[in-house]
């Protein structure tokens, strides 16, 4: 079956987008590689028309605060159900919540929205804390071999692996223990790190504390 992969991030193929690193690694090591193609900079009614062309869609996209992208909801303002029977959709999300039951919501609309385009729903792979993957990509090197392996199994058997689906899901929930520690991070001001590194990148490390619209 031939496969497009569209990648939903506002960022498209820049050096700093998440969702092409885990877009690249999803096709790497395949014998056939899927096509990628950006919404970003695109247009979108000619890209609707083009993913006609193929049996199935994966969808690779951020969530920013339990939100799809502007460019992402436009996007599927232009699909129109398939003509035809068999054709499958499927959806990959990375976001920078910890826990992925942060993304229940919208795994449920993709679901719905497979439903009502007469594909058949692949399912939803679901990652969360992954806003650091490409600042510090030697950290994530596990998870972006999961996505290598989700890729290789879904080129041999057309599906997404469920045990790979259930390790990137992982927390759905932070335990109580987790909580305690990640507070004690926060309170550390660990959780910074990485937000104020790409503050100093931008020059804007020491306007963190204003308030503008106060």
């Given at each position: 079956m031939k496969t497009i992969i569209i990648n939903g991030s506002p960022k498209?193929?820049?050096r700093n987008s998440n969702t092409r690193i885990i877009s690249?690694?999803?096709?790497?090591?395949?014998?056939?590689?899927c096509d990628i193609k950006c919404i970003a900079n695109s247009d979108l009614e000619e890209l609707a028309h083009h993913i006609e062309k193929y049996d199935t869609v994966i969808i690779i996209l951020p969530l920013?605060?339990?939100?799809?992208?502007?460019?992402?909801?436009?996007?599927?303002?232009?699909?129109k159900p398939a003509?035809?029977?068999?054709?499958?959709?499927?959806?990959i999300i990375q976001a920078g919540f910890v826990e992925t039951a942060q993304e229940k919501y919208v795994e449920r609309y993709f679901a719905s929205l497979a439903k009502q385009l007469n594909y058949i729903y692949?399912?939803?792979?679901?990652k969360g804390e992954a806003a650091g993957i490409y600042m510090f990509p030697k950290m994530f090197k596990k998870v972006l071999k999961k996505i290598n392996d989700l890729g290789k199994i879904y080129e041999e058997t057309h599906a997404f692996d469920q045990n790979i689906i259930e390790d990137l899901g992982k927390p759905y929930e932070l335990s109580k223990i987790q909580t305690f520690l990640f507070q004690l991070l926060c309170d550390l001001g660990l959780?910074?790190?990485?937000?104020?590194?790409?503050?100093?990148?931008?020059?804007?490390?020491d306007k963190r504390l204003d308030r503008p619209f106060l």
């Open positions: 498209g193929n820049a690249e690694e999803f096709v790497r090591g395949m014998k056939t590689p920013y605060i339990h939100a799809m992208p502007g460019i992402m909801m436009n996007f599927i303002e232009h699909l003509s035809i029977q068999g054709k499958y959709l499927g959806f692949l399912g939803t792979v679901s959780n910074n790190v990485g937000w104020h590194k790409m503050l100093r990148q931008n020059h804007a490390f």
